[in-house]
């Protein structure tokens, strides 16, 4: 049996002899380095996690690290936590630190990319957040998700309703539930003043349900509701109201059309609110509307209006397209609550397809065959005068 040996600094500073044993020189040497080597990998890391550490063991780390972060807010965590268990953990549960590279997070990404691109994006930024913890922590050398290839998402035109849509809608939503020989409770009208709600305001479900009725001002010159909260959901707890918006840029003051005071009046005579704090839109037991139950609703309603191939998003969408068109990108954009105008105009407004007609008049003007012919002989008579 022959030995190799050598010094070996590791990380605390300190120089220590490593030794290793083999049949033969080549494979002490061999065995030598691949001790020194997994020698370098054991020494980086802290007291809580190291090269060693089991992905099951970081997620817990990253949970409990994430649950003192102040600037998520707890559905954003919810949804990390939810997501990273449910699209992650069953890829690299069996795995060390040390042994996730690169090349084994890039295939597990390009795998769920084959299922579908939402999946893949939710896969890659908890994934991300937890191995960047663990590099922080200097249990990795570098966090590998950065490295992986980009993903691409696959190109969808926005689209927004056509006027014709808009009434089916509202046809549909009149008539829903309400038929003879129902069972059940009727609809107590709310969920047609959502709809014109949204209308009126481009604002986002969980924004609609959270208005309260300190948030209206129906009785100024330009009735207005401010738009200031949204409808949140803890694990192991009902719908919540959470005081401030998806967005810093979402929280704003919108005046309202005429079509949605109406129908907010109309609810309010049926439906009396007493205190400044009551939300606008509330159950029968006077708490939130989950934003689960009433984009379920809303689907219902589209199907029932014979639309298809369209989400309940669709309504903020209309509102984005019908501004743009009639007054330009910035109102759409500040309508909508957006910081930027390249966000309204890529996701929100749905490609004008029809050229300008003024295009016509100009090419009548100056190609038409008697337009041309006329150019000719104007042409042919300055040469005349001129000779």
């Known amino acids: 049996m022959v030995i190799a040996s050598a010094r070996f600094r590791d990380w605390d500073g300190k120089v220590r002899r490593v030794e290793a044993r083999g049949s033969s020189k080549n494979a002490a040497r061999a065995e030598l380095k691949k001790r020194m080597a997994n020698r370098s990998d054991r020494s980086i890391g802290s007291d809580v996690l190291t090269g060693d550490t089991t992905f099951p063991e970081l997620v817990e780390f990253w949970i409990e690290d994430m649950e003192g972060d102040n600037r998520l807010a707890p559905s954003t965590k919810d949804t990390y936590i939810r997501n990273m268990r449910t699209l992650v953990m069953g890829a690299f549960e069996h795995y060390t630190l040390r042994e996730i590279s690169v090349s084994r997070v890039d295939q597990f990404l390009k795998r769920e990319a084959m299922k579908s691109y939402s999946r893949a994006k939710h896969a890659k930024v908890v994934l991300g957040l937890a191995l960047g913890l663990a590099t922080r922590y200097d249990a990795m050398v570098r966090n590998p998700v950065p490295q992986t290839r980009r993903l691409y998402k696959p190109k969808a035109q926005p689209t927004s309703l056509t006027i014709e849509q808009v009434q089916s809608i509202r046809f549909a939503v009149a008539n829903w539930r309400r038929g003879e020989g129902r069972m059940g409770p009727r609809p107590d009208g709310q969920l047609e003043v959502i709809i014109e709600t949204m209308l009126g305001t481009s604002a986002r479900i969980g924004e609609v349900l959270a208005i309260r009725m300190c948030d209206l001002d129906l009785e100024d010159e330009v009735p207005t509701v401010k738009l200031c909260g949204t409808i949140v959901h803890f694990k192991g707890q009902g719908p919540v109201r959470q005081d401030y918006p998806k967005t810093d840029s979402s929280r704003r003051s919108i005046a309202l059309p005429q079509f949605t005071v109406s129908a907010i009046r109309e609810l309010l005579k049926t439906h009396p609110r007493t205190t400044d704090d009551e939300l606008l839109f509330q159950t029968r037991n006077g708490t939130p509307h989950t934003t689960n139950n009433i984009r379920r609703r809303l689907s219902t309603i589209l199907e029932e209006a014979g639309i298809e191939g369209v989400t309940p998003h669709a309504f903020r969408r209309t509102v984005a397209t019908t501004i743009h068109r009639s007054d330009g990108i910035a ?57």
């Open 331 to 387: 109102l759409a954009s500040e309508t909508l609550g957006h910081s930027s105008h390249e966000i309204t105009r890529t996701h929100y407004i749905e490609p004008e397809t029809k050229v300008n007609p003024r295009s016509a008049q100009i090419l009548d003007e100056f190609l038409s065959p008697d337009s041309t012919q006329n150019a000719i002989d104007k042409s042919e008579g300055k040469e005349r005068e001129a000779a």
